[in-house]
């Protein structure tokens, strides 16, 4: 079954700091992997896209990292802002049959603080 | 930008009463999607469909059906609401492009069910 895991499922930083995010699949098979930010109460919207041939890429001060070996993928977001508060989801999309089947993690939630 | 529009941010309606989300994309998208979001359980796929006329179940169909007329419009029917269904519901659409074989969500109707 595929499977998106998201550690850690909370995360309290100081304004200013760095922080990263993990997540872990069990997708099959692999079709690309999509980082989404989340507010509260509005729908997700992607911040990166990654697909198999490719190991890192950056939207401002996030960059995502993907090992497809190791079937992980991590989310840094440096030097932190207020703004930065939200709920951060992993996608894993495999291919079937031409169309895309996406596999969300459960997300981290992530507050910063002034 | 694509934009996924969902008709309403907030609704409250009463137990058992018929309940229609309306969604509509303006990219010509085929895919189309319904979510539900709830704590700690993430997104969860209610329906979906790849073409006018067409539908598929999603992980949690029970209670619920869709009705896609036109290839640019996916309704969500609750046809006898309960409180359990009380929850944020997401619509997606999306591209078989590869490269961006992602989803571009709505900004999400919140419902209460009394």
Redesign the interface.
Known sequence: KNQVEQSPQSLIILEGKNCTLQCNYTVSPF??L?W?KQDT??????LT?M?FSENTKSNGRYTATLDADTKQSSLHITASQLSDSASY?C?V?A?TG???I?T????TSLIVHP | DVK?T?SSRYLVKRTGEKVFLECVQDMDHE?MFWYRQDP????RLIYFS?DVKMKEKGDIPEGYSVSREKKERFSLILESASTNQTS?Y?C?S?S?D???????????T?LTVV
């Open positions: 079709s690309n999509r989404y109460g509005r729908g997700p919207v992607s896209i697909t989801i996608v999309s291919t031409g169309s895309y996406p969300f993690g459960r997300g | 996924v969902q895919n700690g359980l993430g997104l790849y944020m997401l997606a999306s078989p590869r490269e961006s074989g992602g989803y571009t969500f709505g900004s999400g919140r």
